[in-house]
Protein backbone atom coordinates (compact mmCIF):
# COMPACT_ATOMS: atom_id res chain seq x y z
CA UNK A 1 0.00 0.00 0.00
CA UNK A 2 1.62 3.36 -1.08
CA UNK A 3 1.64 5.64 1.72
CA UNK A 4 -0.10 8.89 0.77
CA UNK A 5 2.24 12.21 0.19
CA UNK A 6 1.16 15.04 3.03
CA UNK A 7 0.21 18.00 1.22
CA UNK A 8 2.03 20.98 1.95
CA UNK A 9 1.09 23.98 4.40
CA UNK A 10 0.16 26.93 2.36
CA UNK A 11 3.03 28.95 4.76
CA UNK A 12 5.17 26.15 3.29
CA UNK A 13 4.15 27.03 -0.28
CA UNK A 14 5.00 30.37 0.25
CA UNK A 15 8.21 29.95 1.58
CA UNK A 16 8.82 27.55 -1.36
CA UNK A 17 7.89 30.15 -3.64
CA UNK A 18 9.89 32.56 -1.69
CA UNK A 19 13.04 31.02 -2.26
CA UNK A 20 12.24 29.90 -5.79
CA UNK A 21 12.10 33.60 -6.66
CA UNK A 22 15.20 34.65 -4.59
CA UNK A 23 17.46 32.06 -6.20
CA UNK A 24 15.86 32.68 -9.48
CA UNK A 25 16.21 36.28 -9.79
CA UNK A 26 19.60 36.28 -8.47
CA UNK A 27 20.35 33.85 -11.26
CA UNK A 28 19.24 36.39 -14.07
CA UNK A 29 20.79 39.24 -12.00
CA UNK A 30 24.22 37.62 -12.14
CA UNK A 31 24.12 35.73 -15.44
CA UNK A 32 21.93 38.07 -17.81
CA UNK A 33 20.61 41.73 -16.86
CA UNK A 34 20.86 43.84 -13.94
CA UNK A 35 18.60 46.85 -13.44
CA UNK A 36 20.22 49.73 -13.05
CA UNK A 37 19.00 53.55 -12.48
CA UNK A 38 20.59 56.98 -13.80
CA UNK A 39 21.39 58.98 -10.24
CA UNK A 40 23.27 61.82 -11.43
CA UNK A 41 23.60 64.13 -14.89
CA UNK A 42 26.79 63.02 -16.27
CA UNK A 43 24.99 61.14 -19.32
CA UNK A 44 22.54 63.83 -20.02
CA UNK A 45 20.92 64.24 -22.43
CA UNK A 46 22.03 60.92 -23.84
CA UNK A 47 20.79 58.88 -20.47
CA UNK A 48 18.40 61.50 -18.06
CA UNK A 49 18.32 61.56 -14.30
CA UNK A 50 15.41 58.85 -13.47
CA UNK A 51 16.00 56.68 -16.77
CA UNK A 52 16.15 53.04 -15.29
CA UNK A 53 17.56 50.65 -17.52
CA UNK A 54 18.75 46.78 -17.99
CA UNK A 55 22.79 45.93 -18.06
CA UNK A 56 23.43 43.15 -20.32
CA UNK A 57 26.04 40.99 -18.55
CA UNK A 58 25.93 38.53 -22.28
CA UNK A 59 27.70 41.38 -24.32
CA UNK A 60 31.11 41.58 -22.81
CA UNK A 61 30.63 38.01 -20.31
CA UNK A 62 29.51 37.57 -17.28
CA UNK A 63 31.88 37.92 -14.73
CA UNK A 64 32.28 35.86 -11.80
CA UNK A 65 31.77 36.70 -8.34
CA UNK A 66 34.71 37.90 -6.58
CA UNK A 67 32.83 38.30 -3.33
CA UNK A 68 30.58 35.17 -2.91
CA UNK A 69 29.62 35.28 0.55
CA UNK A 70 26.86 37.70 0.20
CA UNK A 71 23.20 38.21 1.24
CA UNK A 72 21.01 37.82 -2.53
CA UNK A 73 19.97 40.83 -4.26
CA UNK A 74 22.19 43.22 -2.00
CA UNK A 75 24.79 45.19 -3.11
CA UNK A 76 27.13 46.78 -0.02
CA UNK A 77 24.66 46.88 2.38
CA UNK A 78 21.51 45.37 3.96
CA UNK A 79 18.29 46.74 2.60
CA UNK A 80 17.79 49.84 4.82
CA UNK A 81 20.56 49.43 6.52
CA UNK A 82 23.99 50.05 7.59
CA UNK A 83 24.87 46.66 7.58
CA UNK A 84 27.24 45.14 4.83
CA UNK A 85 25.49 42.70 3.13
CA UNK A 86 28.67 40.40 2.46
CA UNK A 87 31.73 38.74 3.76
CA UNK A 88 35.55 39.26 2.06
CA UNK A 89 36.69 36.17 3.66
CA UNK A 90 36.92 34.38 0.83
CA UNK A 91 38.10 36.49 -2.47
CA UNK A 92 38.40 34.22 -5.96
CA UNK A 93 40.28 35.70 -8.33
CA UNK A 94 39.19 37.25 -11.63
CA UNK A 95 37.23 35.07 -14.35
CA UNK A 96 34.71 36.32 -17.09
CA UNK A 97 32.39 34.01 -18.88
CA UNK A 98 32.77 34.42 -22.82
CA UNK A 99 30.88 36.82 -24.42
CA UNK A 100 29.09 38.09 -27.28
CA UNK A 101 31.61 40.76 -27.76
CA UNK A 102 34.27 43.07 -26.04
CA UNK A 103 34.19 46.95 -25.27
CA UNK A 104 33.99 49.10 -28.31
CA UNK A 105 34.50 52.64 -28.67
CA UNK A 106 31.83 54.76 -27.71
CA UNK A 107 29.85 51.97 -26.37
CA UNK A 108 27.82 53.01 -23.17
CA UNK A 109 29.13 50.62 -19.70
CA UNK A 110 28.21 50.27 -16.56
CA UNK A 111 31.52 49.80 -14.42
CA UNK A 112 32.63 49.85 -10.64
CA UNK A 113 33.53 52.90 -9.65
CA UNK A 114 37.68 51.85 -9.38
CA UNK A 115 38.70 54.64 -6.84
CA UNK A 116 36.76 53.47 -4.54
CA UNK A 117 39.15 51.06 -2.86
CA UNK A 118 37.20 50.31 0.96
CA UNK A 119 35.04 47.58 -1.23
CA UNK A 120 35.86 44.50 -2.72
CA UNK A 121 35.97 44.63 -6.30
CA UNK A 122 32.60 43.38 -7.60
CA UNK A 123 31.08 45.28 -4.79
CA UNK A 124 32.31 48.91 -5.52
CA UNK A 125 29.55 51.54 -6.41
CA UNK A 126 28.29 51.44 -10.30
CA UNK A 127 29.01 54.19 -12.74
CA UNK A 128 27.54 54.49 -15.66
CA UNK A 129 29.84 56.40 -18.50
CA UNK A 130 31.03 56.33 -22.50
CA UNK A 131 33.91 54.17 -23.50
CA UNK A 132 35.90 57.18 -25.67
CA UNK A 133 38.88 55.23 -26.21
CA UNK A 134 39.87 51.30 -25.73
CA UNK A 135 43.08 49.06 -25.56
CA UNK A 136 45.78 50.69 -27.55
CA UNK A 137 44.00 53.89 -28.75
CA UNK A 138 46.32 57.39 -28.22
CA UNK A 139 43.41 59.62 -26.74
CA UNK A 140 43.79 63.36 -26.60
CA UNK A 141 41.24 66.13 -25.81
CA UNK A 142 41.89 69.77 -28.06
CA UNK A 143 39.22 71.97 -26.88
CA UNK A 144 36.96 70.21 -25.80
CA UNK A 145 37.09 67.74 -28.62
CA UNK A 146 38.40 64.08 -28.52
CA UNK A 147 40.92 62.61 -30.81
CA UNK A 148 41.61 59.32 -31.00
CA UNK A 149 44.99 58.18 -32.89
CA UNK A 150 45.33 61.89 -34.20
CA UNK A 151 41.48 61.82 -35.69
CA UNK A 152 38.51 63.24 -35.10
CA UNK A 153 36.78 61.00 -32.57
CA UNK A 154 32.79 60.52 -32.86
CA UNK A 155 30.54 63.04 -30.56
CA UNK A 156 27.46 61.67 -28.93
CA UNK A 157 24.53 63.00 -30.61
CA UNK A 158 23.42 64.53 -27.41
CA UNK A 159 26.82 66.01 -26.05
CA UNK A 160 26.58 68.75 -23.46
CA UNK A 161 28.82 71.11 -22.53
CA UNK A 162 28.47 74.58 -19.80
CA UNK A 163 27.56 77.75 -21.32
CA UNK A 164 27.11 81.57 -20.02
CA UNK A 165 24.23 82.41 -20.70
CA UNK A 166 23.73 86.53 -20.49
CA UNK A 167 21.24 87.95 -20.25
CA UNK A 168 19.62 91.11 -18.07
CA UNK A 169 15.90 89.54 -17.39
CA UNK A 170 14.92 86.93 -14.87
CA UNK A 171 14.05 83.70 -16.76
CA UNK A 172 11.74 81.10 -15.63
CA UNK A 173 11.89 77.52 -15.34
CA UNK A 174 9.43 77.77 -18.35
CA UNK A 175 10.93 79.50 -20.22
CA UNK A 176 14.12 76.93 -19.97
CA UNK A 177 11.74 74.04 -20.51
CA UNK A 178 10.80 75.28 -23.83
CA UNK A 179 14.29 74.69 -25.10
CA UNK A 180 14.69 71.11 -23.10
CA UNK A 181 16.90 72.57 -20.42
CA UNK A 182 15.54 71.05 -16.96
CA UNK A 183 16.14 72.77 -13.46
CA UNK A 184 19.24 70.74 -13.01
CA UNK A 185 20.35 72.35 -16.35
CA UNK A 186 21.09 75.99 -15.10
CA UNK A 187 22.58 77.90 -12.02
CA UNK A 188 21.88 81.61 -11.67
CA UNK A 189 24.70 83.79 -11.66
CA UNK A 190 24.84 85.86 -8.49
CA UNK A 191 25.52 89.17 -9.45
CA UNK A 192 22.38 88.42 -12.11
CA UNK A 193 23.67 89.05 -15.56
CA UNK A 194 22.81 85.77 -16.58
CA UNK A 195 22.51 81.59 -16.10
CA UNK A 196 25.39 78.82 -16.43
CA UNK A 197 23.45 76.35 -18.13
CA UNK A 198 24.66 72.88 -19.09
CA UNK A 199 23.16 72.05 -22.77
CA UNK A 200 23.35 70.61 -26.59
CA UNK A 201 25.48 72.74 -29.24
CA UNK A 202 22.36 73.13 -30.91
CA UNK A 203 19.83 74.05 -28.17
CA UNK A 204 22.37 76.65 -27.20
CA UNK A 205 22.45 78.17 -30.80
CA UNK A 206 18.54 78.19 -30.56
CA UNK A 207 19.20 80.17 -26.97
CA UNK A 208 21.51 82.63 -28.26
CA UNK A 209 18.34 84.03 -31.24
CA UNK A 210 16.19 84.56 -28.52
CA UNK A 211 15.33 87.94 -27.89
CA UNK A 212 15.88 87.54 -23.99
CA UNK A 213 19.49 86.21 -24.48
CA UNK A 214 22.45 88.38 -25.41
CA UNK A 215 24.97 86.66 -25.77
CA UNK A 216 25.82 82.69 -25.16
CA UNK A 217 29.39 81.32 -24.65
CA UNK A 218 30.66 77.56 -24.28
CA UNK A 219 32.65 77.72 -21.37
CA UNK A 220 36.69 75.90 -22.01
CA UNK A 221 39.65 75.90 -19.61
CA UNK A 222 42.57 77.37 -21.57
CA UNK A 223 44.97 75.23 -23.56
CA UNK A 224 48.41 76.34 -20.90
CA UNK A 225 46.18 75.89 -17.83
CA UNK A 226 47.40 72.43 -15.83
CA UNK A 227 44.24 71.39 -13.21
CA UNK A 228 46.26 69.39 -10.16
CA UNK A 229 43.13 67.21 -10.42
CA UNK A 230 43.41 65.76 -13.49
CA UNK A 231 44.73 62.37 -14.06
CA UNK A 232 47.51 61.26 -14.31
CA UNK A 233 48.71 64.67 -12.97
CA UNK A 234 47.16 67.65 -14.86
CA UNK A 235 49.56 69.95 -12.97
CA UNK A 236 52.69 68.08 -13.85
CA UNK A 237 51.93 68.03 -17.87
CA UNK A 238 49.60 70.94 -18.10
CA UNK A 239 46.60 69.09 -18.61
CA UNK A 240 42.78 69.91 -18.04
CA UNK A 241 39.65 68.73 -18.92
CA UNK A 242 39.08 70.35 -22.38
CA UNK A 243 42.99 69.95 -23.26
CA UNK A 244 44.17 66.21 -22.18
CA UNK A 245 46.72 64.15 -23.55
CA UNK A 246 48.42 62.40 -25.43
CA UNK A 247 48.22 59.21 -23.87
CA UNK A 248 47.78 55.34 -24.96
CA UNK A 249 45.64 53.57 -23.47
CA UNK A 250 47.30 50.70 -22.22
CA UNK A 251 46.16 46.67 -22.51
CA UNK A 252 47.00 43.71 -21.51
CA UNK A 253 50.66 42.45 -23.21
CA UNK A 254 51.22 46.17 -23.74
CA UNK A 255 54.73 47.19 -22.65
CA UNK A 256 56.23 50.48 -21.68
CA UNK A 257 59.95 51.41 -20.64
CA UNK A 258 60.47 52.56 -17.11
CA UNK A 259 61.66 56.19 -17.02
CA UNK A 260 60.16 59.76 -15.45
CA UNK A 261 56.95 59.90 -17.90
CA UNK A 262 55.96 56.55 -17.87
CA UNK A 263 56.17 56.43 -14.31
CA UNK A 264 54.19 60.04 -14.10
CA UNK A 265 51.16 58.71 -16.66
CA UNK A 266 50.90 54.95 -15.46
CA UNK A 267 52.51 53.99 -12.06
CA UNK A 268 49.63 54.90 -10.43
CA UNK A 269 47.24 52.64 -12.88
CA UNK A 270 50.24 49.67 -12.52
CA UNK A 271 50.16 50.66 -8.52
CA UNK A 272 46.62 50.34 -7.91
CA UNK A 273 45.09 47.63 -10.38
CA UNK A 274 47.47 45.21 -11.50
CA UNK A 275 47.38 42.93 -8.23
CA UNK A 276 51.40 43.48 -7.52
CA UNK A 277 51.64 42.88 -3.70
CA UNK A 278 55.37 44.19 -3.58
CA UNK A 279 55.32 47.15 -5.58
CA UNK A 280 56.81 50.96 -5.31
CA UNK A 281 57.84 53.33 -7.29
CA UNK A 282 61.23 55.12 -6.12
CA UNK A 283 63.36 58.15 -8.00
CA UNK A 284 60.65 57.42 -11.16
CA UNK A 285 62.05 53.50 -10.74
CA UNK A 286 59.95 51.21 -10.69
CA UNK A 287 61.05 48.32 -7.84
CA UNK A 288 58.79 44.97 -7.87
CA UNK A 289 59.54 42.37 -5.07
CA UNK A 290 62.52 44.24 -4.18
CA UNK A 291 64.27 44.43 -7.94
CA UNK A 292 64.23 47.56 -10.09
CA UNK A 293 62.95 46.58 -13.38
CA UNK A 294 63.29 48.47 -16.76
CA UNK A 295 60.02 47.72 -18.29
CA UNK A 296 57.02 46.89 -17.45
CA UNK A 297 54.05 44.57 -19.29
CA UNK A 298 50.14 44.96 -18.46
CA UNK A 299 48.19 42.38 -17.65
CA UNK A 300 44.78 43.33 -18.39
CA UNK A 301 43.06 45.98 -20.36
CA UNK A 302 41.97 49.59 -19.55
CA UNK A 303 39.38 51.51 -20.91
CA UNK A 304 38.97 55.72 -20.80
CA UNK A 305 35.53 56.76 -19.41
CA UNK A 306 34.07 59.53 -19.93
CA UNK A 307 30.19 61.25 -19.39
CA UNK A 308 28.43 63.13 -22.47
CA UNK A 309 27.65 65.60 -20.51
CA UNK A 310 31.14 66.61 -20.42
CA UNK A 311 32.04 69.74 -18.02
CA UNK A 312 29.43 67.74 -15.25
CA UNK A 313 31.21 64.47 -15.19
CA UNK A 314 33.49 63.00 -12.99
CA UNK A 315 35.09 60.38 -15.19
CA UNK A 316 38.62 59.05 -16.45
CA UNK A 317 39.94 62.33 -16.61
CA UNK A 318 39.86 62.82 -13.02
CA UNK A 319 40.13 59.49 -11.54
CA UNK A 320 42.15 57.29 -14.57
CA UNK A 321 41.95 54.07 -16.52
CA UNK A 322 38.87 51.51 -15.70
CA UNK A 323 40.42 48.30 -15.63
CA UNK A 324 38.94 45.46 -17.13
CA UNK A 325 38.17 43.13 -14.04
CA UNK A 326 35.83 46.87 -12.89
CA UNK A 327 33.17 46.17 -16.21
CA UNK A 328 30.01 44.98 -14.76
CA UNK A 329 28.64 44.44 -18.71
CA UNK A 330 26.92 46.85 -21.56
CA UNK A 331 23.89 49.63 -21.06
CA UNK A 332 21.38 47.84 -23.29
CA UNK A 333 17.86 49.29 -23.07
CA UNK A 334 15.41 51.38 -20.62
CA UNK A 335 12.09 50.56 -19.89
CA UNK A 336 11.10 53.22 -17.52
CA UNK A 337 11.61 56.87 -17.02
CA UNK A 338 10.44 58.96 -14.51
CA UNK A 339 10.92 62.58 -14.31
CA UNK A 340 11.31 63.92 -10.64
CA UNK A 341 10.31 67.00 -10.92
CA UNK A 342 6.99 66.14 -11.96
CA UNK A 343 4.15 64.55 -10.60
CA UNK A 344 1.35 61.76 -11.19
CA UNK A 345 1.01 60.82 -14.55
CA UNK A 346 3.35 63.31 -16.09
CA UNK A 347 6.20 61.96 -14.33
CA UNK A 348 6.47 59.48 -16.73
CA UNK A 349 8.39 59.74 -19.87
CA UNK A 350 6.34 57.80 -22.26
CA UNK A 351 8.19 58.80 -25.10
CA UNK A 352 11.79 57.14 -23.57
CA UNK A 353 9.60 52.91 -22.86
CA UNK A 354 12.15 50.70 -24.05
CA UNK A 355 14.52 52.54 -25.95
CA UNK A 356 18.35 51.30 -27.20
CA UNK A 357 20.65 53.17 -25.73
CA UNK A 358 23.53 53.90 -28.06
Same mark, same amino acid.
Given at each position: +?????? @? ?9 ? =? ?8 ? &????? #????? &????? +? ?7 ? %? ?12 ? @? ?24 ? #? ?7 ? /? ?9 ? *? ?12 ? *??? @? ?16 ? $? &? ?23 ? +??? %? ?11 ? %?? !? ?13 ? !? ?17 ? +? ?13 ? *? ?12 ? /???? &? ?5 ? @? ?17 ? *?? =? ?14 ? $? ?5 ? !? ?49
Amino acid at each position: +MTKEKK @KKSATREWVDA =LVFAVIAASL &IRWLL #LEPFT &IPTGS +MEKSLLVGD %FLFVSKMHYGTRIP @KTPLQVPLTHQKIWGTELKSYSDLIQ #LPYYRLPGF /TSIKRNDVVVF *NYPAEYEYPVDLKT *NYI @KRAVAVPGDVLEIKKGQV $Y &INGALGDNPEKMQFSYDVLTDKNLS +MEF %FEEYGINRDGYIA %FS !NGVGYLVWTTEEIAK !NLEKSPAITNVTKRLDRED +MGESSIFPDGAYFGW *NKDNWGPLEIPGEG /TTIQ &INEETMA @KYAFTIEKYEGLKNMEVRD *NK =LIIDGKEVSSYTFKQN $YYFMMGD !NRHDSLDSRYWGFVPEDHVVGKAWFLWLSLDKHKSMFSKIRWNRFFNGID
